[in-house]
């Protein structure tokens, strides 16, 4: 298994800066709760009460 590099909230942070980077418009806020499910997604909450699943691979960060 890869060691996971960063604390889950620098992690949280990398996703987001890229999430949002995607848009012209941010509407979700800033992060509010982050969690790591057992499969190691991350998902993390925003202040607009949206849930995002967050995963990397190869350096792709992928949201749904």
Not at 11 to 28: F, I, L, V
Not at 35 to 52: D, K, L
Request: aromatic content about 14%.
């Amino acid at each position: 298994m890869k060691p996971v590099e960063g604390t889950l909230l620098q992690r949280a942070k990398k996703y987001t800066d890229a999430h949002r980077s995607a848009y012209e418009t941010w509407e979700n806020g800033e992060i509010v709760a982050v969690r790591m499910e057992t499969n190691g997604v991350i998902c993390i909450s925003y202040a607009n009460g949206r849930w995002f699943h967050y995963t990397e691979t190869n350096g792709e960060i992928i949201w749904w």
